[in-house]
């Protein structure tokens, strides 16, 4: 099993920035790829970005390439969102993710262990 600790949400102004965390623990060997997920009030959960354990290769939602980043520390198994120029349409609960397999995946059901998410809140 593999536990996901997301952390670093909050609210902030549009045009400021916000990084976000998520520390895995137990079987960290497993997280061979990592994802940021988001989901909007009345919306389904959407992709933002992933990144593989070795490499590493970065896959990224269209929407959110240009403003955000992801990277990982794999020493201490954490995986970082780096989003900056924040918008209102950006307010979401942010959820980290992980996956054995080394292939980048866009599908939440690629993934198989989840954190409890982190909200972020965005006002104009």
């Known amino acids: 099993q593999v536990q996901l600790v997301e952390s670093g949400g909050g609210s902030v102004q549009a045009g400021e920035s916000l990084r976000l965390s998520c520390v895995s623990s137990?079987?960290?060997?497993?997280?061979?790829?990592m994802g940021w997920f988001r989901q909007a009030p009345g919306k389904e959960r959407e992709f933002v970005a992933a990144?593989?354990?070795?490499?590493?290769?970065?896959l990224y939602a269209d929407s959110m390439k240009d403003r955000f980043t992801i990277s990982r520390d794999n020493a201490k198994n954490t995986v970082y969102l780096q989003m900056n120029s924040l918008k209102p349409e950006d307010t979401a609960v942010y959820y980290c993710?992980?996956?054995?397999?080394?292939?980048?995946?866009?599908?939440?059901?690629?993934?198989?262990?989840w954190g409890q998410g982190t909200q972020v809140t965005v006002s104009s």
């Open positions: 993710a992980a996956r054995m397999d080394y292939r980048l995946q866009v599908r939440q059901r690629d993934y198989a262990y």
């Open positions: 137990g079987r960290t060997g497993s997280n061979a790829v």
């Open positions: 990144i593989t354990r070795t490499g590493p290769r970065t």
